[in-house]
């Protein structure tokens, strides 16, 4: 009996589970970026080298993703997408749910942060292979001419989850003694994170596979040995990959997620006003990231990309500069050009980077270059960033960051193939 062609599309239902999944990750992220104090005081004890030393901690254990995106890579391109992204959320709720529940510094001394420091570990291992893997399911499951737009859904859900954790810390903080938030409350942030983790994987377990997965299984072209396969057949792929993803991770860590930090020390601004803008930073992200992703759809990846990238290298330098020294309104208009900025990268990026890749080996190569570029791109950038302002004494070097990687991509941009109107999903011709 001939066997049924592989779904074109995915259903509607299945594409909101798997972009909405995002919320998770990026609500842990925010989670322990802005609870690191109280963190600190739990974990490590009083002090300023504890803050030190749980900020230390998180950094390390964002080396792990890379690891995480290779070995989850492996599985949703060996055995499907499904099957990776319901592993990598079980991974996420029990990590979620074991920090909620850990002994503090007070009850166990020193092993307190070391656990603190494993479960970091696992929980960036899990997330290492989390966004690569969404960003395919949906392209993959994505109408052709729609792949730009359902692709974005992901990024602009990461913000959703972003300012849920800001939500839920403020109102924390707020409603709570400093006593009782040491003492307990801590958890109840986490425990809201296991439970949401939870009920996504719950939500995973209905979903379909991916139609991509599917053709390769019908036509036995699944590779067993998925990362030798994409490091013999798309290494040119893997550099275009890296060059759109340094681009939106730098744009992303350094023109977001520094900002308030950027804003209460080199800015001047106090902490209340740095996350009112950092906040509303969010908030553009998420309407400019699904009207890119569009945009991207009508008129291609590489003029759009070619776009934001020359943006990044003309006016990062120039909106740092309004954020230090201008009024409020003008530290509100250079907040909120970088994120549109940013967001606009992230949303094209997530479809273009994906499309480099067929759908054999896609998730390893996402692995490989996307997730490669996020490790030094992202998560390193802002401690450099806050370092070479001390050395240097130059407080614009962040925008001088974002545009020196902007004109450095930005060969590899105009020189690439475009993606956006190949409706097999196939890979660029010159490979």
Excluded: N
Excluded at 11 to 35: K, N
Excluded at 173 to 199: C, E, I, N
Excluded at 241 to 259: E, K, M, W
Excluded at 365 to 383: D, I, R, S, Y
Aim: glycine content about 12%; hydrophobic content about 50%; charged content about 10%.
């Amino acid at each position: 009996m001939q066997q049924p062609p592989p779904r074109v599309a995915l259903s509607r239902t299945s594409l909101a589970v798997a972009a909405c999944s995002t919320i998770i990750e990026w609500y842990d992220f925010t989670l322990c970026l802005y609870f690191a104090t109280v963190l600190s005081r739990v974990f490590f004890g009083p002090g300023a080298a504890s803050l030190l030393t749980a900020l230390g901690g998180f950094a390390v254990s964002y080396l792990m993703r890379p690891l995480g995106a290779l070995f989850f890579g492996h599985i949703g391109d060996r055995y499907g997408r499904r099957r990776m992204m319901l592993l990598s959320m079980a991974l996420m709720t029990g990590a979620m749910l074991a920090t909620a529940l850990l002994p503090t510094h007070a009850q166990l001394g020193a092993l307190a942060g070391w656990l603190l420091l494993v479960l970091r570990c696992l929980m960036a291992f899990s997330v290492g292979g989390e966004y690569t893997g969404v960003v395919a399911y949906l392209l993959e499951g994505a109408q052709p001419g729609r792949r730009g737009l359902v692709t974005s859904l992901a990024a602009a859900a990461s913000e959703v989850g972003a300012l849920l954790a800001v939500g839920v810390c403020a109102l924390l903080v707020y409603s709570l003694p400093t006593a009782s938030v040491d003492t307990w409350g801590w958890r109840l942030p986490f425990l809201l994170g296991a439970g949401l983790a939870g009920g996504v994987w719950l939500a995973r377990s209905t979903m379909q596979e991916s139609p991509d997965f599917e053709r390769q299984q019908a036509a036995g072209t699944v590779p067993t040995a998925p990362l030798r396969h994409t490091l013999r057949h798309h290494r040119p792929a893997i550099v275009r990959t890296f060059s759109i993803s340094a681009l939106g991770s730098i744009t992303y860590y350094v023109g977001i997620t520094y900002v308030p930090t950027f804003l209460a020390t080199t800015g001047q601004r106090g902490e209340g006003e740095a996350l009112g803008l950092s906040t509303i930073a969010a908030v553009v992200v998420i309407l400019v990231t699904p009207f890119v992703g569009l945009l991207s759809d009508r008129l291609g990846r590489k003029p759009v990309l070619a776009a934001l990238a020359g943006a990044s290298t003309l006016l990062p330098i120039t909106l740092f500069s309004l954020m230090r020294g201008g009024s409020v309104l003008q530290a509100v208009v250079g907040a909120v050009v970088l994120a549109a900025v940013a967001g606009g990268v992230s949303a094209v990026g997530a479809a273009a980077t994906a499309e480099q890749f067929p759908g054999e080996g896609r998730l390893s190569g996402l692995a490989l270059g996307a997730t490669a570029a996020t490790a030094v791109f992202g998560g390193l950038t802002p401690f450099v960033a806050e370092l070479l302002i001390a050395r240097t004494g130059w407080p614009l070097v962040p925008g001088a960051m974002i545009a020196l990687v902007g004109l450095l991509v930005l060969p590899v941009l105009l020189t690439m193939p475009e993606t956006a109107f190949t409706a097999d999903q196939q890979p660029p011709a010159a490979q």
